[in-house]
């Protein structure tokens, strides 16, 4: 199709090209010519190197200045050469967002210039850059936002999430700040996007970020088959681990978190086969207290400040986080699974000095799993997953927030635990979109004439991890601030909340 047989008058109106393909891609998702009036299609030219087309979009995208987000309007220009343009049908909300969001900060990272965010995403090809290949308009796509320099050594290995000229979206690290994909559009380099099959929603495909975090994780830890593991945190990230872990061979892992029903979550999807609520503190002011307080979950990169464990001295934080670290031991070998810890036990029957939980006292050199993945950032909780972790085992540090951490490096030392740290991803979409899909088919595939899945295989649903979705730029003040609870007006369970186009 030439400019001339084009229908499109928007089109005409602002290309000077002369013989240049143009792509019109309609509202109901079909390309190419047809009579229909102005206001229910979009105009998609094809930019190629002979183009000397005019044309730019108007997109609405979400900027924070400070503390305030306010929409602002942009022109967005055609793809450059590499580079497709993306219309954002789905964005998560981040731990790292939500901080941006409240202090205009994540950790000791300030942004330092107006920051649109977001960078869980997922959307469609509108355009088309020159010298693009393999992109068809209409594709649909998950982004990858972080984007190195390919040139480096690290980069060189393959380990490209350690560039350090490494460019993330909604990241304040590097400068000029790149912007998150809380727009209608963003030109984004086409080798940074991922392809969907048509049955990965968008919202799927938007965890796929959070998942890559999951993967990557699971990539270091290399578990042996039928290894176990434990996960801190009930988040996201921790959900999402937990299920890898199950994925690649881990036959028992156990999650814990603060949040009873998180908790709850994860055994009823089979994100975990074994969980334990961590007990909230009782008793504030008493310093004997073996029980712990704020494990929270923040993101990938999310970074949340440490609330401050009720217990005074490093002595009495670390035989808490020792007991702590029993109590789960004791569940995640109870045979009974899926099984929840009541908490009320522990405060109603015990003191909560006093194990008796632990089955296996006595031997405490062969109790532990093989595999520690610490989700939430906090050094409590890096201090029980050393205590919970066998000899000769991994500690995978995954989440963030404790940049500087006092830890009794002696159990690992002694005991021969590898401690591995985890930045983001490498590597990981391709591998993500096959669990996406394999998932997707086994459980229509396993589904018996009664609708009931017989067998439970492959990741659990992504798609119902997301539990609240607003739709338009507009509603993200709601967003982010449900984003930053555990529990929404009516009680229901917060997980990943969405922004959708
Ligand atoms: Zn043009
Ligand atoms: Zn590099
Ligand atoms: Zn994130």
Redesign the pocket.
Known sequence: MVHETCDCQQYRSHCNARSHTTHCLFLDGSTGPRKTTPSSYMIIPRHTSACFCQTSTLSRLLILQSCSQIQECRSIELPLAGEIQIAIRST?I????VSYFKKFANGDLCACQPLSLG??SSGVVVAIGPQVTGFTIGDRVALEVGVPCGQCGICRKGRYNLCKKMRFR?SAKSFPHFQGTLQERINHPAVWCHKLPSHISFDAAALL??LS?AIHALNRAKPEPGATALVMGAGT?GLLTAAMAQESGCSAVTICDVDQGRVDYALEHGFATHGYVVPRPLHPSSSSSSVVSGIST?????AMTPASSILSTLDSRLEGARTLAHDILAVSSSSCSPSVEDVSVHDDEHSPNIDTNNVQDGEEDDEGVDIAFECTGKEVCMHTALYATKPGGKVIMVGMGTPIQTLPMSVPHLREVDILGIF?YANTYATGIRLLSASKRLKQALKGPSGKTLVKRGLPSLDNMVTHRFKGLHRSREAFELASRTVDDEGRLVLKVVIEA
Do not use: L, M, T, Y
């Open positions: 998560g981040c731990g790292s967002d960078h869980e909604s970020e959070p975090v990230v923040p993101g990938a990169d999310g983001r």
